[in-house]
């Protein structure tokens, strides 16, 4: 049962996750809750657990105790098979080392999450290849790169197909881990503005990892991790 408020879109409690083999958790945050809407930016070093709270809070990784619920639904609860349904509906995730299908062209790759979800096949405005041809016209993607494989396409150019494949389709929250890390400034700042944009639009939660201090001014909210993670106390 859905036991979080609707405003609240994230929520952990008591949370420990140790990685198989360790005897000291990489993660021990006892409380943290971030609201519906809500643009927060991530920071800390390397090495602190930020992807894996990423991992947490998408339900790849299970935590070892305690409570993690994304948008009412404690995860834990779930099955696998159904984690993955749930991750698909409503979580657009851009992921450090892109994720994209190799053999797949770029427009492929953009619609795909629209593919395994029909919740957000529905949500999208116009024709899925439209929504992404919008998409990654935004991005500063030539329109002669849509049909080539992705593979073909350079680094900074796969970080953008990658932005636009989670941007698709509206999912309720958007989490980007260290999403112009590959990105020169012009099309970093095109990358903001769409990221940006399209949260504002349909009223997403923005989960941020950056270590570019240069994009806290942008965001709600800041955590470090080191702050709210008591093993960083250690």
Same mark, same amino acid.
């Given at each position: 049962?859905? @036991?979080?408020?609707?405003?609240?879109?994230?929520?952990?409690?008591? /949370?420990?996750?140790?990685?198989?083999?360790?005897?000291?958790?990489?993660?021990?945050?006892?409380?943290?809750?971030?609201?519906?809407? !809500?643009?927060?930016?991530? @920071?800390?070093?390397?090495?602190?657990?930020?992807?894996?709270?990423?991992?947490?809070?998408?339900?790849?990784?299970?935590?070892?105790?305690?409570?993690?619920?994304?948008?009412?639904? !404690?995860?834990?609860?779930?099955?696998?098979?159904?984690?993955? @349904?749930?991750?698909?509906?409503?979580?657009?995730?851009?992921?450090?080392?892109?994720?994209?299908?190799?053999?797949?062209?770029?427009?492929?790759?953009?619609? &795909?999450?629209?593919?395994?979800?029909?919740?957000?096949?529905?949500?999208? !405005?116009?024709?899925?290849?439209?929504?992404? @041809? !919008?998409?990654?016209?935004?991005?500063?993607?030539?329109?002669?790169?849509?049909?080539?494989? /992705?593979?073909?396409?350079?680094?900074?150019?796969?970080?953008?197909?990658?932005?636009?494949?989670?941007?698709?389709?509206?999912?309720?929250?958007?989490?980007?881990?260290?999403?112009?890390?590959?990105?020169?400034?012009?099309?970093?700042?095109?990358?903001?503005?769409?990221?940006?944009?399209?949260?504002?639009?349909?009223?997403?939660?923005?989960?941020?990892?950056?270590?570019?201090?240069?994009?806290?001014? &942008?965001?709600?909210?800041?955590?470090? &991790?080191?702050? /709210?993670?008591?093993?960083?106390?250690?």
């Amino acid at each position: 049962m859905n @036991k979080t408020n609707d405003h609240c879109v994230v929520s952990l409690d008591n /949370v420990i996750f140790t990685w198989p083999g360790n005897e000291s958790p990489t993660i021990d945050i006892p409380s943290l809750t971030i609201k519906r809407g !809500e643009h927060l930016f991530i @920071k800390g070093p390397s090495g602190c657990g930020k992807s894996t709270l990423l991992g947490l809070l998408t339900g790849i990784n299970s935590a070892t105790s305690g409570n993690v619920s994304i948008l009412g639904q !404690e995860l834990s609860k779930l099955t696998a098979t159904r984690r993955d @349904k749930f991750r698909a509906d409503n979580i657009g995730y851009i992921f450090q080392q892109f994720n994209l299908l190799p053999y797949l062209s770029v427009i492929e790759n953009v619609t &795909l999450p629209c593919r395994f979800s029909s919740l957000r096949r529905q949500q999208s !405005e116009n024709d899925l290849n439209q929504q992404a @041809k !919008e998409l990654l016209s935004r991005l500063h993607i030539s329109p002669h790169l849509l049909g080539r494989p /992705v593979v073909e396409l350079s680094i900074g150019q796969q970080q953008r197909v990658a932005a636009a494949r989670a941007l698709i389709g509206r999912p309720q929250v958007i989490i980007a881990d260290e999403p112009t890390s590959s990105l020169d400034h012009d099309n970093r700042t095109a990358f903001i503005e769409v990221l940006l944009e399209q949260v504002n639009k349909v009223g997403s939660t923005l989960l941020f990892v950056s270590h570019d201090p240069t994009l806290e001014t &942008l965001f709600d909210r800041t955590i470090n &991790l080191t702050e /709210v993670n008591k093993v960083g106390e250690m």
